[in-house]
């Protein structure tokens, strides 16, 4: 499975912008998806996961619950994560990863594919 991200930019506080995460192989609905970012000089951190089973298994970081949204298509091998309320805090390389497991989990190493990150920075 290759991922590939897109959708990241430069927008100012208080702002939104939406990811989109695009899969190509097979069996995208069998893989749980998952957003993590790296700010800089910090390590990788959960940001937003779904379920192959879609909306009725969602997690979020704790940070963004209330601003975050995931959702995901898989007719066409998509996810996306929407950021409404934008705080500078949330500048960072975001990254789409995938897991062939139902469930969503906050840890890096349970993630076997990576996409190469998009960009995401928040002007205060």
């Known amino acids: 499975v290759q991922l590939e991200e897109s959708g990241g930019g430069l927008v100012q506080a208080g702002d939104s912008l939406r990811l989109s995460c695009t899969a190509s192989?097979?069996?995208?609905?069998?893989?749980?998806m998952g957003w993590f970012r790296e700010a800089p000089g910090k390590e990788r951190e959960f940001v937003a996961a779904?379920?192959?089973?879609?909306?009725?298994?969602?997690d979020f970081a704790d940070s963004v619950k209330g601003r975050f949204a995931i959702s995901r298509s898989n007719a066409r091998s998509t996810v996306s994560l929407q950021m409404d309320n934008l705080k500078s805090e949330d500048t960072a390389i975001y990254y789409c990863?995938?897991?062939?497991?139902?469930?969503?989990?906050?840890?890096?190493?349970?993630?076997?594919?990576w996409g190469q990150g998009t960009q995401v920075t928040v002007s205060s």
């Open positions: 990863a995938g897991r062939y497991d139902y469930l969503p989990s906050h840890r890096v190493r349970d993630y076997e594919f």
């Open positions: 192989g097979h069996e995208f609905s069998s893989y749980t």
């Open positions: 779904i379920s192959w089973r879609g909306a009725s298994l969602t």
